[in-house]
């Protein structure tokens, strides 16, 4: 059934604008109309990330269910953990359509969606409905475009989602938000980390439960910007960093479509994100571990990310182009190129090759 996305409902799917097929596939997975991946948890891809034990390294990045719609069915597809959102205080319904877009020629993504989502009290409420269920879903977090005060956004979403969430990601890399990288910057980035820190060991005390913490990045930062993240980060107690967010950059692109406004994400951004991400493992080493998304749309790519630095992976625009049989195929993928070099554990790869992917050697 897998394999059917590529001939048929690819072609379905691509008639229609890409907001409507992201529409039309929530409804399939809300339906039950997609493949179960259905292998048993193998113990060589089982990673403990943050005090969480994830089943496999490989999620759904946020952006793709930002309500909380279907984690239950994006996790029978293979995924160890998916990370909805992101949701903001308010609902808000974010920029003027059309602003998704394909680039066929690129196997990329632009989007200029603006966070539009139901608010946490509709993320909160599909949530809840969710009794019994056991699985890595991460809370991704934002800000309101009319907020006043991004930090307090973050801190009530702490608030909000305490009981729910099984680590929160902060996210100050969506360009699309104006205003919200400059929380990336030196001192406003310390500021909202001891903000969602505080705010985190509330709920630590109220709940018994200390719930992890993610920052994700941009992948357009220069290594004097991610010499500052990574000392924030690293004087904070957040628990992991999540490398990247879709990009600016338009450089290299075919598609005609390339000089719409917004967040490029897909091919194109694999190996940018791959050589941030990579920079980051040397400036952070073993001390914090990293996520890597940017341009996953295989095994190979996935074992790359994981090659400079990553303990996780995630996706979503390989999706796009790949189809609901994506997860599995990666991860069988994976644990062939473990049995091919003869190694135990998918951790043993984690970093081995992050000082030649900095240098942008691949
Ligand atoms: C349509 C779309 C919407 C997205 N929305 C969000 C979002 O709400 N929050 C977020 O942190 N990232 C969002 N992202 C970024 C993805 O999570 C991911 O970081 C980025 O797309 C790079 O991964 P990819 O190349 O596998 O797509 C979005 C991406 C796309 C394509």
Redesign the pocket.
Known sequence: MADLYKYIGKQVLFTLDPEQA?KASILALRMGMHPKFEAAVNPRLSVKVAGIDFPNPLGM????D?NGEVPQALLQLGFGHT?V??VTPKSQLGNPKPR?FRLLEDEG?I?R?G?NSGGHAVAKANLLKLSNFKGVVGI?L?ANKTSEDFAADYVTGIHEFAELATYF?V?I??PNTPGLRALQGADPLTDLLHRVSDARAEQHERLGRKVPLFL?IAPDLDDSELDDIAKAIGNSDFDAL?V???TLSRAGLQSPVKEEVG?L??KP??EP?TVILAKMRQRLGTLLPLVG?????SADTAFSKLEAGASLV?????M?YEGPGLPGNILRGLVKRLEQEGLEHISQITGRAADDWAKGKF
């Open positions: 992201h990045a946020a952006g793709y930002k990370e959102g992101t998704i993504v989007n969606l966070f991704n934002g990601t996210n890399s969506s994700k999540i990247s967010n879709t967040g994400s897909g951004l694999f994100s998304v940017g341009g996953v749309h995630q996706l979503y625009s390989g796009v």
